[in-house]
């Protein structure tokens, strides 16, 4: 066994014994741990509140070489989102954040442009400054980015169907505006391709730019946007998340826009 150490936010703990606990961990250096953390639940251990759920901590673990359990030695805090405690739709973000990295990554499979865009998103989320209405698209962002390192990259720029490039104009050639996103196309649909797929959602110019500027530019969260193009963001990544899991996240209830 050999000794790692790296930065991890804690996704996810569950009581493993009288003493002990198992932790998800996602770090930096190698993607997605789950270890055992021996006395993890006595009051006085050598991990203090370090496994508390979305702490960011400094660990040390030995990585076991058969399928078992890594074993966590060494945790101490590095962060804590106090806020997030004070603020419900903010809270409900972070744990949907936490869920989607527990269930949606394999073991072993470092991103670190992934965990930094999470301990970015959390950081915005634990803000005194970030203003409710910021919480939708800052999420948003987060899931853009998780879509693009786990290789789901919805498509914003061209039909996914037929290929043909989605203008500023946004017309078919039937002459019709409107535009729609569909899961199982995996991502935009011109007018004249829409009546082909059964499982579209009706996208407005401001949303479909809106995708656009969040899956491009880290700082589009920030922008104001009004509550129904908010809602049309969150119902169309709703639906491709759930899609693409094959299930629906249990979170997706508590999300507001």
Same mark, same amino acid.
């Given at each position: 066994m050999s000794a790692e150490k790296a930065q991890a936010l804690v996704l996810r703990t569950t009581d493993w014994s009288e003493t002990s606990r198992i932790a998800t961990l996602w770090t930096r250096e190698f993607g997605k741990v789950r270890v055992l953390a021996k006395g993890g639940r006595r009051l006085k251990s050598n991990f203090e509140n370090a496994l508390d759920l979305l702490t960011l901590c400094r660990i040390v673990f030995l990585r076991k070489s058969s399928s078992s359990l890594d074993l966590l030695t060494e945790a101490q805090v590095v962060e804590r989102f106090p806020r997030l405690r004070t603020d419900l739709p903010a809270l409900y973000a972070a744990y949907y954040i936490a869920e989607l990295l527990s269930d949606w990554t394999e073991d072993y499979d470092p991103h670190p442009l992934l965990f930094d865009e999470a301990l970015a998103a959390l950081r915005a989320l634990g803000q005194a400054d970030t203003i409710a209405q910021c919480t939708g698209? #800052? !999420? &948003? =962002?987060?899931?853009?980015?998780?879509?693009?390192?786990?290789?789901?990259?919805?498509?914003? +720029?061209?039909?996914?169907?037929?290929?043909?490039?989605? @203008? %500023?104009?946004? &017309?078919?050639?039937?002459?019709?505006?409107?535009? %729609?996103?569909?899961?199982?196309? @995996? @991502?935009?649909?011109?007018?004249?391709?829409? *009546?082909?797929?059964?499982? +579209?959602? &009706?996208?407005?110019?401001?949303? /479909?730019?809106?995708? =656009?500027?969040?899956? $491009?530019? $880290?700082? %589009? /969260?920030?922008?104001?946007?009004? *509550?129904?193009?908010?809602?049309?963001?969150?119902?169309?990544?709703?639906?491709?998340? +759930?899609?693409? !899991? @094959?299930? #629906?996240? #249990?979170?997706? *209830?508590? !999300?507001?826009?």
């Open positions: 698209p #800052r !999420l &948003a =962002r987060f899931e853009l980015v998780l879509l693009r390192e786990l290789g789901y990259t919805p498509t914003l +720029t061209s039909c996914a169907v037929c290929g043909r490039e989605i @203008g %500023a104009t946004l &017309a078919g050639a039937s002459g019709s505006t409107t535009l %729609a996103f569909s899961s199982a196309a @995996g @991502g935009m649909v011109c007018s004249d391709c829409r *009546p082909t797929r059964r499982d +579209t959602m &009706a996208l407005s110019p401001e949303a /479909w730019q809106a995708l =656009r500027d969040l899956s $491009e530019n $880290e700082e %589009a /969260w920030r922008q104001s946007l009004n *509550p129904d193009v908010r809602a049309e963001l969150r119902r169309v990544l709703n639906d491709y998340v +759930t899609y693409l !899991l @094959g299930r #629906r996240p #249990r979170l997706l *209830p508590y !999300l507001g826009s």
